[in-house]
């Protein structure tokens, strides 16, 4: 690897581990993912899985089913930014998982240009959309 390459190899590796610790902020059971946009050099937006603002923090029903109005990481930071006077065009978002197809399409709208993940998923049609979509898609992995 070259400096520039190296060095921002390193600085990938910070904020996904950035990112596994906001993941310690959801209530979720079954699994905890946490999400980072970064622009500029600057966190932007934040977000973790867990239920919309103002319902209960309980990600699971009595089967241990993820119920269908939980949010992903990936929606949560994608929402925030899109709330505030931030613009997400052109950034990096850091997850502790890789994007599903539905967070993939969210990406693509938000103007992302950037995925770097560190835990791979079962399905990779997510990954796939946003490589279709000339998005660059990285993979990293980030031991604790």
């Not at 949560?76 to 993939?104: D, F, M, Q």
């Not at 950037?114 to 079962?122: I, T």
Request: proline share 2%; aromatic share 8%.
């Amino acid at each position: 690897m070259d400096g520039k390459t190296d060095k921002q190899f390193e600085v990938d590796k910070r904020y996904l581990r950035m990112a596994l610790v906001w993941a310690e902020n959801s209530y979720c059971r079954r699994r905890k993912v946490g999400a980072l946009i970064v622009k500029d050099q600057m966190i932007i937006s934040d977000g973790y899985n867990g239920t919309p603002s103002g319902f209960e923090n309980i990600c699971e029903d009595e089967n241990n089913v993820t119920k269908p109005y939980v949010l992903h990481a990936e929606a949560n930071a994608i929402t925030k930014v899109a709330a505030s006077s931030n613009s997400s065009k052109g950034a990096t978002i850091y997850v502790t998982s890789a994007p599903c197809i539905e967070c993939a399409k969210l990406i693509i709208q938000s103007g992302i240009r950037r995925v770097v993940y560190s835990e791979k998923y079962r399905v990779e049609d997510g990954c796939q959309l946003l490589k279709r979509a000339g998005i660059s898609v990285e993979y990293i992995e980030c031991k604790d």
